[in-house]
């Protein structure tokens, strides 16, 4: 199976009561229709609490979005979970961009899995936090960059699958292009108010095959640097 442990320099300080806490959330993510065990192995050993400021630590294993500041939020696991499976279940993609690192722990999720993961934030001051978790976790597989995420990172295109964790009104053009024929891209798509995940799939002659995944609330994407 192709998933990198975290080294334990990534668990150290930790006691059992996150464990435990841990546990139970993997409990409840299954219970809620989370299908892949390998990526409920993941959440069951990643440090939720290293995303988030230790004033919320007794909050990281809630099945929850919480807030990271600069009026952002790291995602619900559940939706973290679901995004991750679904960009899993026609094989394992080899490279992933990921636009909205936020927190990094959607990256962190992605890149215990997969060989390479790119992701690119808009907020300089999220990505200097998250590029700090990246290091602390020992994972040398992901590369990011302080831009603007509809841009995509064309020069490291084609890519497997793309993840949005922030919704637009539309799938910006430029990121299907830099989706491989067959590549799986997932993202929340509509306004504030009324938001559906969606999944494309390249069906290797340049059109999508596209279903609804669900109703889900994500923060705006928005145009520019932060
Ligand atoms: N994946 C993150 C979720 C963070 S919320 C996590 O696991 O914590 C979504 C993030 O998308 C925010 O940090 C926001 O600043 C970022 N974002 C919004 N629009 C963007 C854009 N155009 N390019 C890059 N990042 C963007």
């Known amino acids: 199976m192709n998933v990198h442990p975290l080294p334990p320099s990534a668990l150290r300080g930790e006691g059992m009561t996150s464990q435990r806490a841990r546990d139970r959330l993997a409990s409840k993510l ?7 065990q390998r990526v409920i192995d993941v959440i069951r050993n990643l440090p939720r609490h290293h995303f988030i400021d230790q004033a919320l630590h ?9 807030p990271i500041g600069h009026g952002q939020t790291i995602s619900q696991p559940w939706v973290v979970a679901r995004m991750t ?6 094989g394992m993609p080899q490279k992933v961009l ?4 936020g927190s990094g722990y959607q990256a962190v999720v992605l890149a215990s899995l997969v060989p390479q993961l790119f992701t690119v934030e808009r907020i300089e001051e999220l990505l200097r936090q998250a590029r700090r978790r990246f290091r602390q976790l020992g994972l040398n597989n992901i590369r990011s960059r302080h831009d603007d995420g509809k841009l995509g990172w064309p020069d490291e295109a084609p890519f497997d699958a793309i993840i949005l964790t922030a919704a637009g009104d539309a799938i910006p053009t430029q990121l299907l292009d830099q989706l491989s024929p067959t590549g799986v891209l997932v993202a929340p798509v509509g306004s504030p108010s009324s938001q559906m995940l969606i999944r494309l799939r390249g069906d290797g002659q340049g059109d999508f095959i596209q279903e609804e995944l669900g109703a889900v609330s994500f923060v705006p994407l928005l145009g520019g640097i932060g």
């Open 30 to 36: 299954k219970e809620e229709g989370i299908r892949d």
């Open 85 to 90: 499976e679904a960009l899993l279940e026609f």
């Open 98 to 101: 990921e636009v909205g690192t």
């Open 58 to 66: 007794s909050r990281a294993y809630e099945n929850t979005a919480l």
